[in-house]
Every structure is written in structure tokens, then in C-alpha cells.
């Protein structure tokens, strides 16, 4: 019998998007996988609509939004208790090709040395976007890997697989855990990675696994929540995985070829309302400040994720 496989779709407000990653999952044609939609405190009536709609998927209901890692984490949870030998965590805004699963099991199955896996990643547009990320820890953030590097290859060594698709190996989800709840949104599956390395496995791309992803579907690309936890997040990953000597390159290219480019920038963009402009300067503070404060999980209550 083939391994058995829980795909875990985070969802939240958002039944359209869902609909259409719940149709393109149930269209694999992978054997042995269940599809458990986790809902992270919708407040629409988007869950009784899936229910009725998807009867073959099971639905966790977490009552409220516990952000993106916590919220995960409980579908990680119940499909490990529930004898899943791999586990996927996808976002809700994707659709895949009907042998995707087929082919991310082949190859994860390829070698016990693989710890994660994920697939390559376009946008709904077809582009190509990522297949993969690799970390440099001397500037504190990924690096995406292209296209390019992967040509002739069917599985492609990496440092971190973007959380809107990425499967882990039960036996090193109950050696290493699941994500990283102090990070609660962004940023957490880079710390993901880098933990599943250190702990002597490899973290691939089964580059003939193809997905498509509508990026920032969610967290609007500049909004005051986006910036906070960027910032503060790669600050906590970097105390966490990298060395002391990274430190003296990581600091001034955080500060000089990030922080105060960002600032600048919101500080001049004219196309910002004055309220939207203090909000973001206002998160770029307070992500060093709660960082230096030993702040984590939740943010404050003012961020926005679309202003």
C-alpha cells in the first residue's frame, strides 16, 4: 500500500478561493491521501457552505484565528494522531495538477534522508515563481532559487520550501515539531527548514511536481502587518540560526539596505493616505522594538493586514 498522505488547507473568510483548492485536491489521483481543511476562525458562512459542498473533507474548526503557524500546527497534530505518514501543509489560495501528489511521493520516497519535500510554484498566471528558497544567514533573508538550477533535475536540494506547499516526513515532524507558533505569521516556514537541516535531513524540490499559487492573497504585500512581522521575525530566526560572526553583516544590511530604504520609501510614496503611512512607519518601530523586548506570537492589535 502506498504511504498515506494528510493534505492540510488552512483556511479563513475566504470560500472562493478555497472552493477552488479543495476541487483541484480532490482531483489527484493519488490513492491513499485525505484532505483536512483547518479554519482558522472564519466569521462568513464559508465553512457550512464547504461542508455541504465537500463532503469528503474533514474540517477542523479552531474558533479563532491563531495565526499561521498555530493554526497549521493543529492540522499537523490531528493528522499525525490519525496515522498520516506524510503531511502537507498547503494554502487555500492553490491548484495543482492531478498527479502532484503522485509525484511528490516518488521522490520523497527516493531517499529516507528527505525531510521535506515541496513542489515548483508558479503563479496563476503561469509564470514561474520559486522552486525553492535558500537562506543567507549573512543578510538575514531567502534567496529565492530559480528556474534556472533545476533544469535536468528532478529533485533539487534546498534550504526552505514555501509554507503554501510543503510535506514533511512524520518522523521528523515528531523529532522536530511542528512551526514555530512565537513567529504566528510569516517567516515561519524559513525557520521550518532551517531546523528540519540541523537536524541532518534534506529539504528538496520534486521539480516535475507543479502548483499554482496566488500570492499575498491574503496579507497585502506592504501592509503594516506584512512589515511587522517580516521584520521582527527575521530578527528571531536569525537569533535562533545563525552564527555570531553573521551578526556583523546581517545588522548593518538590515538597517541600511532594508529598514531605512522602507522607511524612505513609505515616507514618500504620496499615493498613501496619512493614516496608512503612520500605521506602516508605526510597525516598522514596534517589530525592533517587540523583538528587542522579547515580544512574540501575536502582534499588536493595530496592524492591518490591507492598510
Known amino acids: 500500500m502506498k504511504p498515506r498522505v494528510a493534505l492540510i488547507v488552512l483556511t479563513m473568510n475566504n470560500l472562493s478561493d478555497t472552493a477552488v483548492a479543495l476541487e483541484s485536491l480532490s482531483a489527484l489521483t493519488y490513492p491513499n491521501c485525505e484532505i483536512i481543511l483547518v479554519d482558522n476562525g472564519s466569521t462568513d458562512d464559508s465553512i457550512p457552505v464547504l461542508r455541504e459542498r465537500f463532503p469528503h473533507v474533514t474540517i477542523i474548526e479552531n474558533g479563532r484565528n491563531l495565526g499561521f503557524a498555530a493554526g497549521n500546527n493543529a492540522g499537523l497534530e490531528f493528522a499525525r494522531t490519525g496515522g498520516a505518514d506524510y503531511m502537507m501543509l498547503l494554502n487555500n489560495d492553490i491548484e495543482v495538477e492531478p498527479d502532484f501528489l503522485d509525484i511528490l511521493v516518488e521522490a520523497v520516497e527516493s531517499d529516507p534522508r528527505i525531510g521535506m519535500i515541496g513542489p515548483a510554484i508558479y503563479d496563476f498566471e503561469d509564470r514561474p515563481n520559486n ?6 544567514p549573512r543578510w538575514g533573508y531567502s534567496i529565492r532559487v530559480r528556474f534556472e538550477e ?51 535531513w534534506r529539504v528538496v524540490t520534486a521539480t516535475r511536481a507543479k502548483l499554482w499559487h496566488l500570492n499575498c492573497a491574503t496579507i497585502r504585500r506592504f501592509s503594516s502587518g506584512r512589515l511587522y512581522y517580516e521584520y521582527r521575525n527575521s530578527l528571531m530566526v536569525m537569533r535562533r540560526h545563525a552564527r555570531f560572526l553573521n551578526w556583523l553583516s546581517f545588522l548593518p544590511h538590515l538597517v541600511f539596505r532594508r529598514y531605512l530604504p522602507d522607511r524612505r520609501a513609505i515616507k514618500r510614496d504620496r499615493a498613501l493616505a496619512g493614516d496608512v503611512r503612520a500605521l506602516r512607519l508605526r510597525a516598522l518601530r514596534q517589530a525592533f522594538a517587540d523583538f528587542l523586548a522579547g515580544r512574540t506570537g501575536r502582534g499588536p492589535a493595530w496592524l492591518s493586514y490591507s492598510r
Open 131 to 136: 522552486v525553492g528558497w535558500r537562506f543567507n
Open 150 to 200: 533545476a533544469e535536468g533535475r528532478e529533485i533539487l536540494d534546498v534550504h526552505t520550501i514555501s509554507g503554501c506547499a510543503v510535506m514533511i516526513r512524520r518522523a521528523v515532524y515528531e523529532k522536530i515539531g511542528g512551526l514555530d507558533e512565537r513567529l504566528f505569521l510569516l517567516v515561519e516556514d524559513v525557520e521550518w527548514g532551517l531546523r528540519c537541516l540541523e537536524a541532518g
